[in-house]
């Protein structure tokens, strides 16, 4: 499970057994959990426990560092 980034309190992460799957990445926060589809755009694939205004804020997040997220499942699955 390869860490990406830690930002106000949010885990970004993959799970290292989902490189068949279009890139992505899980975010966690306080036992709330979701999955977001990092191409063509930032899009929300599951969320399970967080508010809106964090939905909102993660979002947010994952543009600010998309290249970030896309580079790092690259490098990891060679894809």
């Avoid at 949010?10 to 977001?36: L, T």
């Avoid at 899009?43 to 997040?61: H, Q, T, Y």
């Amino acid at each position: 499970m390869p860490t990406i980034l830690v930002i106000e309190g949010f885990v970004f992460f993959f799970y290292s057994s989902e490189g068949n799957e279009p890139p992505h990445i899980h975010v966690e926060k306080a036992g709330a959990k979701a999955k977001w589809w990092l191409i063509p755009e930032p899009r929300v694939a599951l969320a399970v426990g967080f508010k809106k205004g964090e939905l909102r804020r993660m979002k947010e997040l994952i543009h600010e560092h998309k290249d970030t997220f896309i580079a790092s499942w690259s490098k990891y699955f060679g894809s």
